[in-house]
């Protein structure tokens, strides 16, 4: 595991925000999840912390594990900085969507929109190298996310963690990591494209 950590960005990245999780688990939830009254409320920060504090410590752990197996599944490769604005980006939009979107969602906390968009990522960024691992991985969370979504089957992953699972915010995390893996493709298309010009 340490020779892991030492070797990639990737696991280095998780050696970090697992302990992080932990911190701001440890000093109380209700300091960082996202509440519906956060613009009325000046508590703007909400929109990022909520997706890094749970409602429990099995949610924790679950969400733990599961950022542990996507990076194993996918090795994305990233650069510390990559990381973070991804993750960044994700929590942002996820949040404002639920914001516009769910006014029937008082509180919320949870890694796992976040989750759900890094396996998608991952799974487009491992396609070249891997392609059917990323089909399988890609597949799997479209087909969970749309049995949630239609009610086709209950994971009882609520019974599990002691709260009700926001699905959208699965959804959600879905549809912001599509769109970051459209302006990233159209900004390295612009970039090529003008140091082919150049080189002309």
């Known amino acids: 595991m340490w020779q892991r950590i030492r070797q990639s960005s990737d ?3 998780i050696a970090v925000i697992i302990p ?6 440890a000093i109380g ?3 960082f999840r996202f509440e519906r009254d956060w613009m009325s409320s000046g508590q703007a920060w909400r929109l990022l912390s909520a997706h890094w504090v749970h409602v429990g410590w099995m949610h924790l752990l679950l969400n733990a594990l599961g950022l542990m197996i996507c990076v194993s599944l996918t ?3 990233w650069s510390a900085k990559r990381w973070i604005v991804t993750t960044l980006c994700m929590g942002l939009g996820i949040s404002l969507l639920v914001s516009l ?3 029937e ?3 919320y906390a949870g890694h796992s929109g976040i989750l759900y968009g890094l396996y998608v990522l991952g799974g487009i960024g491992l396609f070249p190298r891997d ?3 990323a089909v399988l991985v890609i597949a799997a969370i479209v087909i969970k996310i749309l049995m949630e979504q239609f009610s086709f089957y209950d994971f009882n992953t609520g019974e599990l963690i002691g709260a009700r699972v926001i699905v959208d915010a699965h959804l959600y995390g879905l549809l912001v990591a599509i769109a970051i893996a ?6 390295t298309y612009t970039m090529n494209q003008g140091s082919t010009q150049q080189s002309n």
């Open 11 to 13: 696991w280095r990245y």
């Open 20 to 25: 992080l999780m932990i911190a701001l688990q």
């Open 29 to 31: 939830p209700e300091y």
């Open 75 to 77: 090795t994305p490769g």
């Open 101 to 103: 979107f769910n006014p």
């Open 105 to 107: 969602i008082i509180d």
């Open 131 to 133: 392609r059917l691992i």
């Open 182 to 187: 459209l302006v990233r493709s159209i900004y």
